[in-house]
Every structure is written in C-alpha cells, then in structure tokens.
C-alpha cells in the first residue's frame, strides 16, 4: 500500500487526503497546530476512505514525510521553512503553494518575477522531486469536476517539474482524479500557471489550458 505524507491540512490538503484515501491510498496528514487539532478531519476521510482500503492518520510535519512514499506540500509560502527537508529526501513531492502576498508577506524574488513558487519549494527540498501540481483549481472542486478518462471537454490541470518521475506521477494522480494533464515542462515555466494568470482557478480543458497557458505575461 501506498502512502503518502500530506504536509498542509487546509482547503487543498484536506480535500486531497479524502481524494487520496477514497483512491486506496494511506494517508499521513500534518498541520501547523499539532495532530491532535486534526480529529474531525481523520474521522471523516477515515469514513469516505474504509470501502477502497485506505486510511488516513495525523501525525506532525517530520512524521508524516517519513512515512510518505511520495508526498503533497500544501502550505501557505511564509510557512516553507517550517516544511522538513531531511525526511523528503530522495522522494517526490507535488507542490500546491500559491503566492499571495497579503497572508505571506512580500517576497521580492516572487515580484520581481526572479523565481517562481515551484522554484522556491525545489529549493528549500534541494534532495526531493518537485513538481507543481493542484496548485490553480479550487478546492472544492478537486472532488468534484473530475471526470472519466476519455470524456469529452474533461477537464484539464497543469504541470511543471524538471524531474521526469515526478511529471510522470503527477499525471498519473491527475488520472485518478479525473484530469488530463498538460505538461509545462521546467519549474521555471511553472510562472504561467501561477495567481491571476489566464488558467489560473477556471474550468478549461486541455486545449483551453494551453491556450490559457500561451496568453499568459509575466
């Protein structure tokens, strides 16, 4: 059995960790405040995920990425350095952060437009895989508007990674979720589907993504 390590139990990493436990998965899930605070939240994914076989457990930061095979950075940016590095190491991560200076402060790097989001998650995980991914569609959606692989206008989510295992899993979770994927390429491309830009938290498919992806300015 899988496990992956949830690093962020907010909107997006509560909403995976249901996600990823309805899907077979065993799930580790850490928060700022301590496992304990976490209770209502296992006792629900716990439920939605017992008739696939997975399960969800609350653990602090280090545990959860010790236990993880692969894992999910979900946090607010300012926190990043609280994020353990050392039990990442040599494991992929997919990166949901977003920048938004009015909750992280200001980041001169990021409104200079001198790295990306992605870029600064790779860099504080120098040892990890990264890869962007969940990072611009709401949260409430994740479980909801996914669809059926072959379904026409499915919906469509982004990539960027410049480790090809990590590009190559993320696509694979998008699957299951019910996404196509279009690719990025390098983390340093990952700018264009980063806050208020064209794809950013709309509904498109995989054609509309890209042409999202095309219109986008830095």
């Known amino acids: 059995m899988t496990t ?22 065993d799930v580790v899930i850490a928060n700022s405040r301590g496992p304990e605070t976490l209770a209502d939240l ?34 607010p940016l300012k926190a990043l350095d609280d994020v353990p590095a050392e039990p990442l190491a040599g494991k992929i991560v997919l990166d949901t952060c977003n920048y938004y200076w009015e909750r992280d402060g200001r980041i001169a790097v ?12 790779q860099e504080h995980l120098p040892s990890s895989r990264v890869v962007k991914a969940f990072n611009h569609i709401r949260a409430d959606e994740i479980l909801t508007t996914g669809a059926p692989a072959g ?12 480790h090809a295992d990590a590009a190559a899993l993320a696509t694979e979770v998008y699957d299951a979720f019910g996404f196509d994927t279009v690719d990025l390429g390098s983390v340093a491309e990952s700018w264009r589907v980063e806050r208020d830009r064209p794809a950013y938290v709309v509904r498109q498919n995989a054609d509309e993504l890209r042409e999202n992806l095309a219109r986008a300015t830095r």
């Open 110 to 121: 990021l409104d200079e437009n001198r790295a990306t989001t992605t870029g600064l998650v």
């Open 151 to 162: 379904t026409p206008d499915r919906r469509a989510l982004a990539i960027a990674s410049d």
């Open 42 to 75: 296992v006792g629900r994914v716990s439920a939605a995920g017992e008739a696939a076989g997975g399960s969800v457990r609350a653990a602090t930061a280090t545990d959860a990425a010790t236990a993880a095979d692969w894992a999910v950075v979900t946090v």
């Open 4 to 25: 992956v390590g949830i690093i962020g139990a907010g909107h997006i990493g509560s909403a995976l960790a249901e996600g990823l436990a309805q899907r077979g998965y």
